[in-house]
T-cell receptor, first 109, second 117 residues
Framework: DAKTTQPNSMESNEEEPVHLPCNHS???????IHWYRQLPSQGPEYVIH???SNVNNRMASLAIAEDRKSSTLILHRATLRDAAVYYC??????????FGQGTELSVKP | GAVVSQHPSRVICKSGTSVKIECRSL??????MFWYRQFPKQSLMLMAT?????????EQGVEKDKFLINHASLTLSTLTVTSAHPEDSSFYIC?????????????FGSGTRLTVV
């Protein structure tokens, strides 16, 4: 399974944008880039995914580098409820979701 | 949207007993379900892949006789921790996929906190 690299932790101020980076230099052409987040004592929650083009949804935006070797999850206005561990995962249809260590995001009021 | 229900959310059992955890896809048929465990301050570790109507596929190092998985229908998979010991205490999480052609990935249950005393 192709691996991803994320910073262990990041801090943000409330109501400011947050950019969470992810490196995936060994990504294959059929790998989707998925982001999940996990709040304490809960199961992971789907955030967003993409293949080649940038994506937007109500939760976040996903910016994918042209060579697809890195991506950035963008939370436009962080709230205290966005404090969680964010996981960037490469997913191949029919494959398995393998979690790395993720980035623990803390949001300061 | 897709919803996965996991039950129970918390369970305490005595050492040596067995515990069954259920994972249901409420509004879609899940041909594939996955079971993870998570220790405190650690990431999720995939234990096994559960396919409806066939035997589960276990990840390396996971004892299939200890963690029995049954996927009898397209909406239900169960994980039974047999002869539980304190070291089996963990957070168990299931997830479900609509199938190999679903690029939306997985939907996760809310997890089961197992404590073996």
């Amino acid at each position: 399974d192709a691996k991803t690299t994320q910073p262990n932790s990041m801090e943000s101020n409330e109501e400011e944008p947050v950019h969470l980076p992810c490196n995936h230099s060994t990504i294959s052409g059929t790998d989707y880039i998925h982001w999940y987040r996990q709040l304490p004592s809960q199961g992971p929650e789907y955030v967003i995914h993409g293949l080649t083009s940038n994506v937007n949804n109500r939760m976040a935006s996903l910016a994918i580098a042209e060579d697809r070797k890195s991506s950035t999850l963008i939370l436009h206005r962080a709230t205290l409820r966005d404090a969680a561990v964010y996981y960037c995962i490469l997913y191949n249809q029919g494959g398995k979701l393998i979690f790395g260590q993720g980035t623990e995001l803390s949001v300061k009021p | 949207g897709a919803v996965v229900s996991q039950h129970p959310s918390r369970v305490i059992c005595k050492s040596g007993t067995s515990v069954k955890i259920e994972c249901r896809s409420l509004d879609f048929q899940a041909t594939t379900m996955f079971w993870y465990r998570q220790f405190p301050k650690q990431s999720l570790m995939l234990m096994a892949t559960s396919n409806e109507g066939s035997k589960a596929t276990y990840e390396q190092g996971v004892e299939k006789d200890k963690f029995l998985i049954n996927h009898a229908s397209l909406t239900l998979s169960t994980l039974t921790v047999t002869s539980a010991h304190p070291e089996d205490s963990s957070f168990y999480i299931c997830s479900a996929s609509k199938g190999p052609l679903d690029s939306n990935g997985y939907t996760f249950g809310s997890g089961t906190r197992l404590t073996v005393v």
